[in-house]
C-alpha cells in the first residue's frame, strides 16, 4: 500500500493508529499485518512533529519516500520527474518496473 500524497493529518493519523477513515483503517491493517506500506509526505517545510510522526513509522516498518525531484539525473521533462519518483516509490514497495533506468542497471 502506498499512502501518496500523504498530508501531515494521515501521517499523523498513521503513526498515533488512529483509524478513523477508510484510508487510515488500511494502513492499520497494512501495519498489524506486517504489509510493506509506503508514504510520500507532502508538506514542506516538514514541522518537528512530522519528523517524529516518520520516525516512528519508519521503526515500525513504514517506508517513507521524499518527492523530491532527481536534478542530478538531467531530466528532460516533467515525465521524467515523475517517472522516476513513481519509479523510486514501486523500488521501495518492491515492484518490478522500466520508468527509469536504476544505477545497477548500469551505462544505456
Known sequence: MAIVPCSSNTLAKVALG???????????VHLKERRPL???PRETPLATISLRHMTSLSEM???????SGPYYTHPKSVDDITDFLAGKLLDALGVPHRLYRGWREGPE
Not at 18 to 28: E, F, G, K, S, V
Not at 61 to 67: F, H
Open 18 to 28: 488512529l483509524a478513523d477513515t477508510l484510508l487510515t483503517r488500511a494502513a492499520a
Open 38 to 40: 509506503a508514504i510520500v
Open 61 to 67: 516498518g513504514v517506508i517513507v519516500v521524499m518527492a
